[in-house]
Nanobody, 120 residues
Framework: EVQLVESGGGLVQAGGSLRLSCASS????????INWVRQAPGKGLEWLSG???????AYPDSMKGRFTISRDNAKNTVYLQMDSLKPDDTAVYYC??????????????WGKGTLVTVSS
């Protein structure tokens, strides 16, 4: 059974940093990338970043510079380092596994999310 558990969210002031963690299980041997996706209050899902089994990464242009994705395969954990946070970054952040082998594929598995609140 595939399980994803996010942690590291909380309340932070604008300009601060957080590192989110996604611990996975039941995913051994898969080549599907792991992604971070967020949903701000009243808004739709926004893809933030993805990381492949070989640790290569992908970002939308809007996210380049402030957010950094990484993984520790020995710990089965993916991280999202978030710097220079803004109030608009307030959202529930989800860890998610792509159905296929690219970050452009639909999501097959979701975590329950961790809430990040950025105060002004």
């Amino acid at each position: 059974e595939v399980q994803l558990v996010e942690s590291g969210g909380g309340l932070v002031q604008a300009g601060g940093s957080l590192r989110l963690s996604c611990a996975s299980s039941g995913f051994t041997g898969s080549r599907s990338p792991i992604n971070w996706v967020r949903q701000a209050p009243g808004k739709g899902l926004e893809w933030l970043s993805g990381i492949y089994s070989d640790s290569s990464t992908a970002y939308p242009d809007s996210m380049k510079g402030r957010f950094t994705i990484s993984r520790d395969n020995a710990k089965n954990t993916v991280y999202l380092q978030m710097d220079s946070l803004k109030p608009d970054d307030t959202a529930v952040y989800y860890c998610a596994i792509s159905r296929g082998e690219t970050v452009y594929d639909a999501i097959a598995y979701w975590g329950k999310g961790t809430l990040v609140t950025v105060s002004s």
